[in-house]
């Protein structure tokens, strides 16, 4: 028996932990892998981009879901908030140009480690290769290495992640045995695109493609993608997976910043002697890369009407979107509408959830691991503000 146990070591349940430990609880954060955080760890192998400056209200709308909930646990905890945080575990940050926060180092490692060591110090009782496989009343039973153990709390914080790259631990196999709880199906989100390139496309394998923009739906974006043997990733293409998850096109604009002027003074120029590629070379000043796209994805007429369509609204054709285990994050989990404002299960008092586990969405840029903490301290501030009788706002 604890006052609070916390199923799901990644930045969520660790943040709730990080705050009831200041508050006197005896609390339990048990993880099914043998260490924690490690979904966390590997967003950090590329350089962890924990939040995002920029205006809070432009911060907001990157965000699918306008539940009251998120907005009030992102109010709470604002990219603000997260820096002032990470800062005080002694790491130190730097912004990008594009406004992305990272720590100096880049990895995650050093801040997990300062992280874990402070819940160490303030005695939370951390268990690993404990996968909770079944919820009686407020027990909670566990898979272990020794057989199965049962543990009960006052109050328990469901944040076991979203469904994608299940050998890091969030595998989603609470769907299994959580059943009083609504769930919208997971989908994958951020994800790169499947496509069956030509032999052409093969030389330029893990090229990145820079100064572009793609649209689908209503969302345009100008990060860059990277071609790979499957397809393509990268932000360019992540940020899109709310319109391609519904179906829409996808468009490249191969010359974002090239004016009316410009397009139609260069196509006015004669295609003379040099060949096609020369051409594109140098008259739209198309690098191999970007050619190579042109010629994959166009239908290859030389009218001046379909080049200038081509370059500018370029149909990616495409065969879906990766695997979700492949995905950075999942989009759907369980529903807002079944919480309080808290993030409490409305009819099982003291039941509550928090992070990637949650349905929302975001694209990569920080938003992500910055909703994960927010929700994290915001249910954890309802779980409080259950145990002890105060309200908190
Ligand atoms: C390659 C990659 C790069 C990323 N880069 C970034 C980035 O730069 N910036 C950003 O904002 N986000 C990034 N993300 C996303 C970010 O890491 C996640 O959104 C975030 O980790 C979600 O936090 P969470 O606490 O909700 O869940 P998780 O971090 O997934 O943690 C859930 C934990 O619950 C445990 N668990 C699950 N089921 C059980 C069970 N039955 N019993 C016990 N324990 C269980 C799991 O083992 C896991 O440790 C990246 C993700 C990936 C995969």
């Known amino acids: 028996m604890c006052d609070i146990l ?54 907001l709308k990157n965000f699918s879901e306008n539940t009251p909930q998120l907005l009030c646990a992102l109010e709470n905890f604002t990219p603000h908030d997260v820096q002032s945080w990470a800062t005080s575990l002694g790491i130190s940050l730097f912004t990008g140009s594009t406004g992305r926060v990272f720590p100096t180092h880049m990895k995650a490692s050093p801040l997990l480690r300062a992280w874990l060591s402070q819940l160490d110090k303030r005695g939370v009782n951390r268990r ?27 109050a328990i914080l469901f944040a076991m992640g979203g469904a994608s790259w299940r050998r890091l631990g969030s595998d989603a196999g609470w769907l299994k045995w959580l059943n009083n709880v609504t769930n919208e199906k997971f989908r994958a989100s951020n994800v790169g695109l499947k496509i069956n390139w030509s032999n052409h496309v093969n030389k330029y394998f893990g090229e990145p493609v ?60 004669p295609i003379t002697k040099v060949s096609w590629s020369n051409h594109l070379r140098k008259v739209f000043k198309l690098n191999r890369v970007k050619q190579t796209l042109l010629r ?14 081509d370059l500018k609204c370029l149909r990616i ?22 919480l309080d404002n808290n993030l409490m299960l409305s009819k099982r008092p003291g039941i509550f959830f928090a992070g990637e586990m949650l349905n929302w969405d975001a694209p990569t840029g920080g938003y992500l691991i910055t909703a994960a903490l927010a929700t994290g301290l915001w249910s954890a501030k309802g779980i409080d503000s259950l145990l002890s009788g105060s309200s908190f706002s």
């Open 6 to 59: 916390i199923v799901g070591g990644g930045p969520a349940g660790l943040m709730a932990a990080d705050y009831l430990s200041k508050l006197n609880y005896s609390i339990t954060l048990v993880d099914q892998m043998p260490t924690m955080g490690r979904k966390f760890l590997m967003a950090g192998k590329s350089g962890l981009n924990l939040t995002k400056n920029e205006p809070f209200e432009k911060f």
């Open 128 to 154: 690993h290769k404990m996968k909770a496989i079944a919820l009686n009343d407020m027990s909670l039973l566990f898979e272990t290495e020794d057989g199965e153990e049962e543990i009960s709390a006052k």
């Open 210 to 269: 820079k100064a572009i923009t793609l649209k689908s739906g209503t969302i345009q974006s100008q990060g860059e993608i990277v071609i790979t043997q499957t397809g393509i990733e990268g932000g360019g293409i992540y940020s899109l997976s709310p319109a391609i998850r519904k179906g829409e096109e996808i468009f490249l604009d191969l010359l974002p910043n090239w004016n009316e002027k410009q397009l139609n003074d260069a196509l006015q120029k």
């Open 296 to 309: 994959e994805f166009s239908s290859n007429s030389l009218s001046k009407e379909q080049l200038l369509l």
């Open 317 to 338: 054709t495409h065969q879906g979107v990766d695997e979700i285990d492949k995905a950075i994050s999942t989009a759907g989990g369980v529903n807002f509408d079944q």
